[in-house]
């Protein structure tokens, strides 16, 4: 067992890096084992298997583009989706006593 007094902030942090290396590594290898076995099962009665990595996303996933719906008619190159906080040029023309549906693309 590691006896942690006395050691240094930075002895503690390599000590930390070191043992989350370690338990990422074992994790990775164990779970290469258990593909090669489901794969390996599945093919002992003829049937193919694809693994797909539920934890990996990619930003696309996660933030999906949305399209502008208003445009700014004083400035084409400012746009608002409509969600969340209206913008501040959005507001000002609302302010005016115009309506939003003026400003739709």
Known sequence: MLEFDGKSEGELLDIINSAKSQLSARI?????????QIKELAASINV???IIDATVKTKASR??????KYRNPANATQTWTGRGVAPK???ELLGAGRSKEEFLI
Do not use: D
């Open 63 to 68: 933030n999906p583009q949305v399209a502008p």
């Open 28 to 36: 990775s290898e164990k779970r290469e084992q258990v593909i090669a």
């Open 48 to 50: 193919s298997v694809e």
């Open 89 to 91: 040029w959005m507001k």
